[in-house]
């Protein structure tokens, strides 16, 4: 057995190496962590190949004194810390001193740096494990390190590069995350002699537009929260702006953008009953957070942190992220997306959606659409408020000329209504296919789901009664007998607490048969015997305990869904616009608890050009 002996210096540094400076795009890292902790203003990146070929990093930062240029391509050696305190309360991006030696190890690198107090520059050159020496340059004050021929000397290491397109983007992807961290430090990015983009100094919301994108940038939900010792901020996509991919999430701990289990969580559970399974929201956060209570010691790379809390900080990420979404009662795609993709016509400019409704609280009245008229009649007075008649019915079928009249009058009272008070949604005109309410606000026409829209009324409203512990019953007239199996009936008799508390008076009529004698008010005019075994089937399947805490929003979304307005039932006028009312009070109405849109907006513009007109 071959004996222990210590290792090379160089191979030392070459393992380190490989643990940390992984592609082009970890050497960039590294040193522009360096150029902002030594509090550059300014910095410029000049690639070529990828980085591969030449990587170089100039910066008007404090600068190296003459004395330390050496120490700074020394293993270990760093101005960071000195003690396991300051590694404990490390603020700094950087501080391992590890970076530059790695990278020295396996390339061809000079470094010239010049304080402020300096006459002039110093240069030192690395090759491998050689030092060259110092010797006088020419530089203003700050930092230019110039790394050429990466992994030179390891070439193992370095055919397993990807392609210069390849290796690019992912630099171009550091720089990205890097200049969102400091919107206060310009940017500029080279590659192969022809610029990239130029960033000046901005404020975060201009950085965010440039490095991720206007659309992104002017249509997200700001969030800016502060709590004690913890504090968030930053901008989040709303549910229409979801992607089919993650690649626009930017977190970043006290300015270090990271990747986590817990804040991936709380960011899903968030959304959760906004967002359709197959899409992922957009964000660019920044959680500043006292640097005792999370560690930054946990990867070579610095990507990931351990917070000492993760449940405090999941439940203060969850809550804030939460409380930004509820802040809009409902937005939606772009009316050009609704052509591109349902209408197959050309690409049309952007055009707003709707504001939405101020969100006011829901306690003025029952909100079902189905439940007793006289709600409707205070919202919607026969003579004053009501633009329609609330005798009016208007039904779209194929063959149906006759309803065009009644249609024109409509749309005519709508006009001067909405002169005077118009509400977001604006006011319906008809029923399509049973299933859609066409609406018409100032904009033009808003198409609406109606048992998506409802569902997610419904919803909202029981989410609140549970949180307020009250979920009032309604007993039934005339108490409803079903067949049951042998496990609802024994679900009956074991969770009867669980049931009350949800609003269920259920009772055993035999081996095999329940009695319905009671149901939630809000929900009194679903199929209660659907109803009822779709809430055993839940409380069986998941547990009374789960019900009561993680389960919780799924046996609500199953409540919801069986009260929602049915497809095919026709609605009169008054409830269509008493629903429309709803959604403008109701958090979140833009999509369904399942996350799909419940309305869509297609002004009027985006109709004239449908159909040429002007043209």
């Known amino acids: ?14 393992i380190a190496a490989g643990e940390v400076i992984e592609r082009p795009a970890s050497a960039l890292k590294e040193l522009l962590e360096n150029s902002l902790d ?8 000049e690639l070529a190949a990828g980085g591969i070929k030449q990587l170089c990093v100039s910066d008007d930062g404090e600068g190296i004194a003459h004395d330390e240029l050496a120490l700074a391509l020394a293993r270990h050696a760093t101005s960071k810390i000195s003690t396991l ?7 700094s991006l950087g501080f391992r001193g590890e970076a530059l030696a790695s990278i020295a190890s396996v390339s061809r690198l000079e470094l010239t740096s010049r304080r402020a107090d300096a006459p002039h520059a110093y240069q030192i050159s690395a090759e491998g494990a050689q030092l060259g020496d110092i010797a006088p340059a ?34 171009e992807e550091v720089v990205r995350r890097l200049a969102l961290s400091r919107p206060d430090v310009a940017f500029s990015l080279t590659h192969n002699g022809r610029a990239r983009f130029q960033w000046r100094a901005h404020a975060l919301h201009a950085r965010i537009n440039a490095a991720v994108g206007e659309d992104f940038g002017n249509a997200a939900l700001s ?3 502060f709590s004690g010792h913890i504090g968030l901020q930053g901008a989040i996509s709303t549910p229409a702006q979801a992607k089919g991919s993650r690649d626009t999430q930017y977190f970043f701990v006290n300015g270090r953008c990271v990747r986590d289990k817990v804040v991936a969580h709380a960011v899903r559970q968030a959304y959760a009953d906004v967002l359709h399974h197959d899409r992922h929201p957009a964000y660019v956060l920044f959680l500043q957070i006292d640097p005792q209570l999370v560690d930054v010691n946990v990867h070579p790379a610095k990507t990931e942190v351990r917070f000492r809390d993760s449940r405090a900080v999941h439940q203060y990420l969850f809550h804030a992220l939460h409380k930004a979404l509820a802040k809009t009662a409902g937005t939606t795609p772009s009316p050009q997306a609704v052509l591109s993709t349902t209408l197959h016509t050309e690409q049309t400019d952007q055009a707003q959606a709707p504001a939405p ?10 909100l079902g659409v189905a439940q007793a008229t006289n709600a409707y009649e205070r919202l919607f007075p026969r003579a004053g408020n009501n633009p329609i008649s609330a005798e ?19 749309q005519a009272t709508n006009q001067q209504a ?3 008070e118009e509400h977001p949604l604006g006011y319906a005109l008809a029923q399509l296919a049973g299933i859609y309410i066409l609406a018409e606000n100032r904009q033009g026409l808003i198409i609406v789901d109606m048992h998506a829209a409802h569902e997610r009324i419904m919803y909202e409203q029981l989410k609140t009664a549970i949180d307020a512990q009250h979920i009032p019953m309604q007993p039934l007239l005339m108490p409803v007998h079903c067949t049951a199996s042998a496990l609802d009936v024994a679900t009956v008799e074991d969770e009867r607490e669980t049931l009350e508390s949800l609003g269920f008076d259920l009772a055993l009529g035999g081996p095999n048969t329940l009695i319905i004698r009671g149901v939630p008010a809000l929900l009194v005019d679903a199929d209660v015997q659907a109803l009822s075994l779709a809430v055993l089937h839940d409380i069986r399947e998941y547990g009374a305990s789960r019900i009561a805490t993680e389960q919780r929003n799924e046996l609500l979304g199953t409540m919801s869904c069986h009260a929602a307005v049915r497809a095919n039932r026709r609605l009169s006028v008054t409830e269509m616009n008493a629903l429309l009312r709803d959604m403008e009070i109701t958090e979140r109405s833009g999509q369904c608890n399942h996350g799909r849109p419940t309305w869509y907006p297609m002004p009027v513009s985006a109709l004239d050009r449908l159909f040429r007109r002007g043209q």
């Open 1 to 14: 057995m071959p004996s222990i002996t210590p290792l090379p210096e160089l191979l030392i540094n070459q």
């Open 38 to 45: 030594a509090g550059a203003q300014a910095i410029s990146i």
């Open 85 to 91: 305190d300051d590694l404990e309360h490390v603020s």
């Open 138 to 171: 020419t530089l203003a004050q700050g930092t230019r390190i110039d790394i050429r021929e990466l992994y030179f000397n390891t070439p193992a290491r370095r055919k397993f590069l990807k392609s210069e397109q390849t290796e690019f983007a992912h630099c």
């Open 223 to 225: 969030v800016d929260e």
């Open 357 to 366: 409704a101020t969100y006011r609280q829901q306690t003025q009245f029952s």
């Open 392 to 410: 009016t019915t208007l039904t779209i079928s194929a063959n149906s000329d006759q309803h065009l009249a009644p249609i024109a009058n409509s």
């Open 418 to 420: 909405l002169t005077d």
